[in-house]
């Protein structure tokens, strides 16, 4: 079975310092991994997926994200945090057995930002 | 904007009632995708439609229904309710049915049941 786990619940930063959230993945074929970004009381939207093609993968707003097989890992970073980066993230795996594409979702991690 | 609607965005109801939520998808996008959000399961798939029919199904309870419409739209049903149901309910919706889509995500409804 598919899952992930995002390693941090919190993680607090000061403007302008680099952003690490962290996620490890576990799957039995070779998955296709997302992080999506959900801001106060709003929706999820997409930052990056990676689908097998290249394992550096740029999302918006800065971010980007780095497939490691041999470390099941699937790390968020940006260089640079701003204030309105301040959200919860979650790191997701598609479950495509069967064909379908159901998303398995990480327990989230919330990213404070500090002026 | 993802494209994808919700309605209502927030609803109030009392335990051992009924309520529909409705979700429009984005143009041309035949597959939706239906997500509960709790503060105790955190976010969960419940069931997929894919042009009018039912692809896949995840933790969804006897209590909840689905089902696509011929103009794609789509409605998820809560009956009996339960004080933990109380959630954010999300739609989503992709192009096609599987691989690995990007599903876009509605604004949600949050659901109150008091």
């Known amino acids: 079975a598919q899952s992930v786990t995002q390693l941090d619940s919190h993680v607090s930063v000061s403007e302008g310092t680099p952003v690490l959230l962290r996620c490890n993945y576990s799957?039995?074929?070779?998955?296709?991994l997302f992080w999506y970004v959900q801001h106060p009381n709003k929706g999820l939207q997409l930052l990056l997926k990676?689908?097998?093609?290249?394992?550096l993968v740029k999302g918006i707003n800065g971010f980007e994200a780095e497939f490691k097989k041999s470390e099941t890992s699937f790390h968020l970073t940006k260089p640079s945090a701003h204030m309105s980066d301040a959200a919860e993230y979650f790191c997701v795996v598609s479950d495509e057995e069967g064909g379908y594409n159901k998303l398995i979702f990480g327990a989230g991690t919330r990213l404070a930002v500090h002026p | 904007d993802s494209g994808v609607t919700q309605t209502p965005k927030h609803l109030i109801t009392a335990t051992g009632q009924r309520v529909t939520l409705r979700c429009s998808p984005r143009?041309?996008?035949?597959?939706v995708y239906w997500y509960q959000q709790s503060l105790d399961q955190g976010l969960q798939f419940l069931i997929q439609?894919?042009?009018?029919?039912?692809?896949a199904k995840g933790n969804i309870l006897e209590r909840f229904s689905a089902q696509q419409f011929p103009d794609l739209h789509s409605e998820l049903n809560l009956s009996s309710l339960e004080l933990g149901d109380s959630a954010l309910y999300f739609c989503?919706?992709?192009?096609?049915?599987?691989?690995?889509?990007?599903?876009?995500f509605g604004p949600g409804t949050r659901l109150t049941v008091t």
């Open positions: 143009s041309g996008d035949l597959s």
């Open positions: 439609y894919y042009n009018g029919e039912e692809r």
């Open positions: 799957s039995s074929y070779s998955p296709s």
């Open positions: 989503a919706s992709s192009a096609t049915s599987g691989g690995a889509n990007e599903q876009y």
């Open positions: 990676y689908t097998s093609a290249a394992t």
